[in-house]
């Protein structure tokens, strides 16, 4: 079982429509999460991180975390076609205090 | 302010070569990182450094050792490549702490025939 584990997708949203990533972790150590961003070909992007139960906003992008359900999400509003790109999550921290990435879900954004 | 630059982009081995990857970070970063990246696999931990003198095994270490060269610089060598090492290889650093953003140089493109 990987540390960190999301669902390959591909997650199909309508332009506009809120588009809902889900990642949950197996170390309950971990101490911070993050959302990257990578589209075809390129290197992930960082989007956001986040350390504290509840939720933390940046524009069209809201992070979610739940470390009672060992459970992070990502949202994004107002979705568009260029938000296309497979959303990678990662934790750090807990017992073996590197920085592990789940496979990541891919979001297509149909115009 | 080039962040993290990877050498070489693309590079083709035969089975049984011998390569080092290059890395250099110009951010001032304590940690650094060195993933590959297959189909469906997402990013996968080859070895970090949390700092200067220090190296650690990641997820997937074998077949691969490394060297902090020093603050800057991180290679990663392959002693004798395999067709299972072909794969996209990332370098990324960060700073230590609580919340280490990590940062991705463009990626290292290998395919070992």
């Known amino acids: 079982q990987k540390e960190v584990e999301q669902n390959s997708g591909p997650l199909s949203v309508p332009e506009g429509a809120i588009a809902s990533l889900n990642c949950t972790y197996s170390?309950?150590?971990?101490?911070?999460f993050f959302w990257y961003r990578q589209y075809s070909g390129k290197s992930p992007e960082l989007i956001m991180s986040?350390?504290?139960?509840g939720d933390k906003e940046d524009g069209r992008f809201t992070a979610q975390l739940n470390k009672a359900s060992q459970y992070v999400s990502l949202l994004i509003r107002d979705s568009q076609p260029s938000d296309s790109a497979t959303y990678l999550c990662?934790?750090?921290?807990?017992?073996?205090?590197?920085?592990?990435f789940g496979t990541g879900t891919l979001l297509a954004v149909q115009p | 302010n080039a962040g993290v630059t990877q050498t070489p982009k693309f590079q083709v081995l035969k089975t049984g070569q011998s390569m080092t990857l290059q890395c250099a970070q110009d951010?001032?970063?304590?940690?650094m990182y060195w993933y590959r990246q297959d189909p469906g696999m997402g990013l996968r931990l080859i070895y970090y450094?949390?700092?200067?003198?220090?190296?650690d095994k990641g997820e997937v270490p074998n077949g691969y050792n490394v060297s902090r060269l020093n603050k800057r610089e991180f290679s990663l060598r392959l002693e004798s490549a395999a067709p299972s090492q072909t794969s996209v290889y990332f370098c990324?650093?960060?700073?230590?702490?609580?919340?280490?953003?990590?940062?991705f140089g463009q990626g290292t493109r290998l395919t070992v025939v």
């Open positions: 990324a650093s960060s700073e230590l702490g609580r919340v280490p953003e990590a940062f």
């Open positions: 170390d309950r150590g971990s101490q911070s």
């Open positions: 986040i350390y504290s139960n």
């Open positions: 990662a934790g750090y921290g807990g017992a073996t205090n590197k920085l592990i």
């Open positions: 951010m001032n970063h304590n940690s």
């Open positions: 450094s949390a700092s200067e003198g220090t190296t």
